[in-house]
């Protein structure tokens, strides 16, 4: 099993798996590996059920360490320090038909104060752009339509060497066999004029950014140890706009942190509701153990965080809303993913999710779509013949 460890509830859904998978098959052997096993192996291995739990390092050699399980019901923890874990492992979803996450980076060199991720995945590392490109191609060549760039912080890519992450989308677009490139999140000190402006020429990166914020108080922004203030993040929003006006950009959000009064909540919703984004991703800030902010004695009570979050959903169902609203009666290209509920589902470039009445051999092709009816979630309209 590999877990998560962003927040205390991912932790607790661990268990709970762990647990299910047990009474489901009492002879199981369970291994547990992922940001939890890295950060609390001696905890997972608490867990009846439990026979190994792999580090940061051990996982990726996952089957030489699967003979090691003890027949005597012990539990075996294997788990480097993570200051010892240097090397990149490179890796490419293919469980879809239409897209592939490619991770190009790993780990992270930022110490906000909420996060863990620097304790669980270690120092930021990258591939070279040459073995990046050939597992590129390698996924293309499995008539995958699209590849999501993915790591922990991609616009890192490179650091150590003389390559950057502008260098590799440079790159990655002159490949062939791929008709689409989304860059999944991108840090906004890192998010420069020369990407987006890249970004809006290109044929094959999509009008997709997605860009943590955190929160729109400059104060709170400090205490998280963010490496920008809010008037760069706007500037970043107004770049983004002017250069690709039909661009989706969506946002990451922390409420309740540690400290965040009253008035900075009211920053945060006012800027966020001020300036041209397209959705949110809300989260409720979680105690970590081990990080500068669980330390601050500054707590915001679970109702405060859980009222926030509500606010910040609601805002998001309404820019949403907007967002789409402006592509009524208008066409826009869909790559079609998948049917439910006799449905054809896929997203346009900028990453609105489109149904369209069911029809044979759509999955997997990018046609175009006249979108005429917004449902919030999603939005609806014919095919362009």
């Known amino acids: 099993?590999?877990?998560?460890?962003?927040?205390?509830?991912?932790?607790?859904?661990?268990?709970?798996?762990?647990?299910?998978?047990?009474?489901?098959?009492?002879?199981?052997?369970?291994?547990?590996?992922?940001?939890?096993?890295?950060?609390?192996?001696?905890?997972?291995?608490?867990?009846?059920?439990?026979?190994?739990?792999?580090g940061a390092e051990e996982k990726f050699n996952l089957p030489a360490y699967l003979d090691t399980i003890s027949l005597n019901g012990c539990t075996k923890v294997i788990r480097s320090e993570i200051e010892h874990v240097h090397k990149f492992v490179p890796s490419y979803s293919l469980g879809e038909r239409t897209r592939s996450f490619l991770k190009i980076?790993?780990?992270?060199?930022?110490?906000?104060?909420?996060?863990?991720?620097?304790?669980?995945?270690?120092?930021?590392?990258?591939?070279?752009?040459?073995?990046?490109?050939?597992?590129?191609?390698?996924?293309?060549?499995t008539n995958t339509r699209e590849i999501v760039l993915t790591g922990v912080n991609i616009g890192d890519f490179g650091k150590g060497s003389n390559e950057t992450f502008i260098d590799l989308i440079q790159r990655l677009d002159t490949l062939d066999k791929l008709d689409r490139i989304r860059i999944s999140s991108i840090e906004p000190n890192l998010l420069t004029n020369e990407i987006i402006e890249f970004c809006a020429r290109s044929q094959k990166f999509m009008p997709h950014f997605h860009v943590p914020l955190q929160s729109g108080s400059d104060k709170v922004l400090s205490a998280m140890r963010r490496r920008y203030k809010r008037a760069l993040y706007?500037?970043?929003?107004?770049?983004?706009?002017?250069?690709?006006?039909?661009?989706?950009?969506?946002v990451d959000v922390i409420v309740g942190f540690p400290g965040e009064?009253?008035?900075?909540?009211?920053?945060?919703?006012?800027?966020?509701?001020?300036?041209?984004?397209?959705?949110?991703?809300?989260?409720?800030?979680?105690?970590?153990?081990?990080?500068?902010?669980?330390?601050?004695?500054?707590?915001?009570?679970?109702?405060?965080?859980?009222?926030?979050?509500?606010?910040?959903?609601?805002?998001?169902?309404?820019?949403?809303?907007?967002?789409?609203?402006?592509?009524?009666?208008r066409e826009r290209p869909v790559l079609f993913e998948h049917m439910k509920n006799g449905k054809i589902i896929g997203h346009t470039d900028n990453y609105i999710k489109v149904k369209v009445n069911y029809c044979p051999n759509l999955i997997n092709t990018i046609q175009p779509v006249c979108l005429t009816i917004n449902h919030g979630d999603s939005m609806y309209g014919p095919l362009v013949d």
Do not use: W
Request: a positive charge; hydrophobic letters at 35%.
């Open 1 to 54: 099993m590999n877990t998560c460890s962003v927040t205390e509830n991912a932790d607790k859904e661990a268990r709970k798996i762990i647990r299910r998978f047990k009474r489901r098959n009492p002879q199981s052997s369970i291994a547990v590996i992922g940001c939890y096993a890295q950060l609390k192996p001696y905890d997972i291995a608490l867990i009846d059920g439990v026979d190994l739990v792999l």
């Open 105 to 141: 980076q790993d780990g992270c060199n930022y110490t906000c104060s909420f996060c863990t991720i620097p304790l669980a995945r270690g120092e930021s590392r990258s591939d070279n752009i040459e073995n990046t490109m050939k597992i590129a191609m390698k996924v293309a060549e």
């Open 234 to 250: 706007e500037d970043r929003v107004t770049k983004i706009k002017s250069a690709i006006p039909d661009a989706c950009i969506g």
């Open 261 to 329: 009064s009253h008035d900075d909540f009211l920053d945060t919703y006012n800027f966020l509701n001020e300036i041209d984004i397209s959705y949110l991703h809300v989260f409720t800030y979680s105690e970590r153990y081990d990080t500068a902010a669980n330390k601050m004695n500054k707590e915001v009570s679970r109702e405060i965080r859980a009222e926030r979050s509500r606010m910040l959903h609601i805002l998001s169902e309404k820019k949403r809303r907007y967002f789409q609203d402006q592509f009524i009666k």
